[in-house]
């Protein structure tokens, strides 16, 4: 088949067109493995069972074993009276002995002296176990293609299978390329990257049941890829090659792929994972995978696993789904099927979902992730508030149990989410969101978290975020806790090389800045700062350039790209940066009323009045407690 280049394939269209070429029975064979060791394969025949289940008559109670008719016509008034010689005390499991029809559990004999006593007659057979009972010899316990799951192993034994036939496990062979990769170990110069995608993809591969085997980084030459992937594809199941599946100068998977076999479309219509390549060598899938994290694992999920349930009947469950509340405005491209991440939270008994970065490098994003929306290529998009359909990439158990905090960022609450974490009788897990002190206000008046973090100054008073709650919910609607004062401040390349003494020192020529968001308590600091120095924002070289943490704004200015930016001094202090005072502040929490009495956040808040967090606070440096965890209003 000729090669298609770059084209925009429907992911359904692809599959329809691709599948059938590998058929549809199994293109593993069979291997016999001991059944202890055969948890999680997938069985190659029909499994049956080899001796009865009982294989004898067994006495289902504990009690007696006598002849149903030794009590017939048994009552209250006249009961059965029974001689030693008459039944054979028993136990569960026991055989029934040789006379004896029935059981009768030890709770309905009666005592007296040396006379056995029944007061209802019992009836033949009961409280006894048949022989075959459970399932006979000769019964199909398992179909071809069934998932050995524990029940099954059990089952097995009892029926007197000791070794089962299995599809052997697929072998997955993983090609990562680049000039630019590197491997994890390496000492990271500017244009180089770690090598993770293997990891990435290889760990969700072994979770599925596949035999995954990474060979060395390839470079971007075509004969050393060329070479990697012929090798690859004479020993293995299925060979990915990770990157180099775009049309960039040198991407060659296209090329070695249609020379050594076919190629049968390049290019999905789907964002991300668009560059994506389905071809075959012989009679092995090779594919393509985009360089990108979130691209790859996009085309994982929707080529990759529907292969391996065809070809080799891996037990890789589809996932469930959710319908949640949107909680913005999405447009989407009617070009492409699109996979949105989203964090979800449960909220008084809603769900919402809230929409992550969409980056396709931002492997991040798949760690802080719940689910993802599917928007169908026909689709323009959604509207904030339309009840959407979110398929899970967490159990939906561990987001019931999730306290979801949205607002400003500070690593606090991550010193926070590990203390919970390590609480013995802790079932809440908390996770962040960085929105900012007005996102988290946001998300606390469309219900899309539990709690925010927030530094709000009021200019007027001089005070901290009483004034903005006050402004933005009605009394009774949210609690507004306590939490540290902190220190803000300049962040400076450690030594500070460019001898600034303070904001005003931003304005001098050739002095690089990077702001936080719109909305972020520290952007409103630094604009009161600014108007108090008589500065106009155009004055501050890098103003508009913004980031969404303080470690990120750190982090620009340890590699150099920015010279100075505000923020906290626990993050100055992780990146060794120096750090020129500027303010105190407070950083409270903002809570539902609706929930603050729940355990989630008396949890929350037994955590932040704890010595092991005031411990964590001293270690990270620049906050003061005073008295936190105290009710400052009910707003």
């Not at 280049?5 to 016999?32: I, S």
């Not at 970065?357 to 998009?381: I, M, N, T, Y």
């Not at 709650?469 to 609607?477: S, W, Y």
Request: with cysteine.
């Amino acid at each position: 088949m000729g090669q298609a280049y770059l084209k925009n394939t429907p992911v359904r269209e692809a599959l329809n067109a691709y599948l059938p070429v590998f058929g549809t029975h199994p293109a593993t064979t069979a291997e016999q493995v001991p059944v202890t060791r055969a948890a999680g394969r997938i069985t190659a025949e029909a499994i049956y069972a080899r001796q009865n289940v009982p294989h004898y008559l067994a006495c289902a109670m504990d009690g007696i074993a006598l002849r149903a008719a030794d009590t017939f016509g048994a009552s209250d008034l006249e009961p059965a009276i029974l001689s030693t010689s008459q039944f054979t005390v028993v136990d569960t499991g026991d055989p029934l002995p040789d006379g004896c029809d029935a059981v009768v559990m030890v709770e309905e004999i009666i005592r007296r002296g040396d006379l056995t006593l029944l007061m209802v007659p019992a009836t033949p057979w009961q409280h006894i176990r048949q022989i075959g009972e459970d399932f006979s010899a000769g019964d199909m316990l398992l179909p071809s293609y069934s998932p050995l799951t524990p029940g099954a192993l059990g089952t097995l034994v009892a029926g007197g299978v000791l070794t089962v036939p299995v599809l052997r496990r697929p072998t997955v062979t993983l090609i990562p390329t680049g000039d630019e990769i590197v491997a994890p170990d390496s000492d990271l110069r500017p244009g180089q990257i770690a090598e993770f995608n293997s990891t990435l993809f290889g760990s969700l591969l072994q979770s599925w049941g596949a035999v995954v085997e990474t060979t060395a980084i390839i470079p971007d030459q075509l004969d050393a890829l060329l070479q990697a992937v012929q090798s690859a594809a004479s020993c293995s199941d299925l060979v990915l090659v990770l990157a180099g599946s775009s049309a960039g100068r040198d991407d060659y998977t296209t090329q070695v792929i249609s020379t050594l076999g076919d190629v049968f479309c390049h290019g999905l219509a789907i964002r991300p994972g668009k560059p994506a390549i389905l071809g075959r060598i012989g009679s092995v899938p090779v594919i393509g995978l985009p360089g990108y994290p979130v691209s790859g694992l996009v085309v994982l999920e929707e080529i990759v696993a529907p292969l391996l349930r065809q070809l080799y009947k891996l037990d890789i469950p589809f996932r469930p789904a959710v319908t949640a509340q949107l909680s913005r405005r999405l447009i989407s491209s009617l070009k492409y099927q699109e996979y949105i991440r989203v964090r979800l939270s449960l909220v008084n008994s809603r769900y919402a979902a809230i929409p992550l970065e969409r980056g396709a490098g931002l492997v991040s994003s798949f760690l802080k992730a719940d689910g993802w929306l599917v928007v169908p290529q026909d689709c323009e998009g959604h509207e904030a508030g339309d009840m959407v359909e979110i398929q899970l990439l967490r159990p939906l158990g561990a987001i019931a149990r999730t306290l979801s905090v949205i607002g400003s960022h500070d690593p606090l609450l991550d010193e926070c989410m590990d203390l919970l974490a390590r609480e013995p009788d802790s079932t809440v897990e908390l996770r962040s969101s960085h929105a900012g002190s007005f996102g988290g206000l946001l998300a606390l008046r469309r219900g899309e978290a539990h709690l925010a973090g927030i530094h709000l100054l009021d200019e007027v008073s001089g005070d901290y975020n009483l004034a903005a709650v006050a402004k933005n919910f009605q009394r009774g609607e949210v609690v507004l806790v306590e939490g540290v004062y902190r220190q803000q401040g300049l962040m400076v390349a450690a030594g500070n090389p460019l001898q600034l003494s303070g904001l005003a020192d931003l304005a001098r020529p050739g002095i690089r800045y990077v702001n936080r968001q719109k909305g972020a308590g520290t952007r409103l600091l630094f604009d009161y700062q600014l108007r108090q120095l008589g500065l106009e924002p155009n004055q501050i070289a890098g103003y508009t350039r913004e980031e969404l943490t303080h470690t990120a704004v750190a982090a620009q200015i340890k590699g150099g790209s920015a010279d100075a930016g505000l923020g906290i001094l626990a993050a100055a202090r992780i990146f060794s940066l120096d750090f020129i005072p500027v303010a105190e502040e407070r950083y409270d929490f903002l809570i539902l009323a609706s929930v603050y009495e729940t355990p989630a956040v008396q949890q929350f808040l037994a955590i932040l009045r704890s010595s092991s967090f005031r411990e964590r606070l001293e270690r990270l440096g620049g906050y003061r407690i005073d008295q936190i965890g105290r009710v400052l209003s009910h707003a």
